[in-house]
C-alpha cells in the first residue's frame, strides 16, 4: 500500500472510530433513558397499588349492614337507618339531587315539601325537614333570600363511583352531617349541619382497588416487556459495535504500522 493510500486508509478508518463511538453513546443514552422510563412505569405502579376505592356501609330496615362502592346517591339518599349527609360545593351549597330539587321548587312551605317527598312516617319526615331548612334556611315558608343555598347534581354524577371520590379527594366538595344539637339530645327534635371529613366518616371506609391494580399489573407488564425487548435490542447493537470498533482498531494500527515503515524507508532511501 503507497503512503498516500495508507494516508487516506487511516482518515477513513478514523472517521469510522468516530462514528462507531458516536454511535455507542448513542444507543448509551438510549439504555439511560430506558432506566428512566422503567422507574417511571415502577413509581406509577406502585402509586395502583396503594390506591384504596371509597365504600359506604349501611343499614337497612331489618339491621342487616350492607357495603357499596361509594356514590353520592348512596350517601344522600333516605334511609331509615341512615346517617343523613349533604355534599357541599366549594360555593357553600348543599348539592341535591335533580327529584329534590324539584320537589323543593314546587314547594311554597315546608309542609308542601314533605307532601312532594311522599315523606309518610315520622323518621322520613325528620329527613327530608333536616334537608329543607339546609336548602331553605330556618324558615317554614320558601324563603325569599337571593343567595340560593344548593344547587343541582346530575343523575350522572349522583351515581357516579369516580365522580364522588375524585371531588372528595380532591377537595373539590365537603360533606356535612346532620346532628342533634347537645341541648336537644333527648329530644332530638333540632339538628345542626356539622362540617365532616370524609375519611372520619364511620359510613365510609376505603380498601384496596382491586380493578385499578388489575389494571395497573396489565399495564406494567406490558411497558415492561417493551423496556426490555429495547434494552436486549440495543445491547445486540453495541455488541456489534464493539466487534467494528476492534477490527477498526487492528486495522488502524496495521495500517499506520505500515505507513510508518514506508517512511522509514523513504528516509534510507535518500539519506
Known sequence: MGMSAAQARLLTITQRLNNN?????????AK???????????????????????????????GNK?????????????????NQYVIVNSYGQAMVSEDEAENFKN??????????????????KSWYTNLWYRMNGENDNKSSAKEQNWTTISDADL???????????????TLEQAKVDAENEETGDKISWTTISYNSSADITETNDDT???????????????????????????????TEHSALESEYESVKTTLEKNVERSFKTFS
Open 212 to 242: 385499578e391494580i388489575a389494571k395497573a399489573e396489565a399495564e406494567y407488564n406490558y411497558e415492561m416487556q417493551k423496556i426490555q425487548a429495547k434494552d436486549k435490542e440495543y445491547d445486540n447493537e453495541l455488541k456489534l459495535l464493539d
Open 159 to 173: 351515581n357516579s363511583t369516580s365522580w364522588i371520590q375524585h371531588a372528595l379527594e380532591s377537595g373539590a366538595i
Open 21 to 29: 463511538e458516536l454511535s455507542a453513546q448513542s444507543i448509551t443514552n
Open 107 to 124: 314547594s311554597a312551605n315546608l309542609e308542601e315539601f314533605l307532601k312532594n317527598c311522599n315523606a309518610d312516617d315520622d323518621t322520613e
Open 66 to 82: 350492607s357495603t357499596q362502592r361509594l356514590t353520592a346517591a348512596l350517601l344522600t339518599q333516605y334511609g331509615e337507618l341512615k
Open 32 to 62: 439511560t433513558r430506558l432506566s428512566m422510563d422503567t422507574q417511571e412505569i415502577s413509581d406509577k405502579y406502585v402509586q395502583a397499588l396503594d390506591k384504596e376505592q371509597l365504600n359506604y356501609s349501611y343499614y337497612d330496615a331489618n
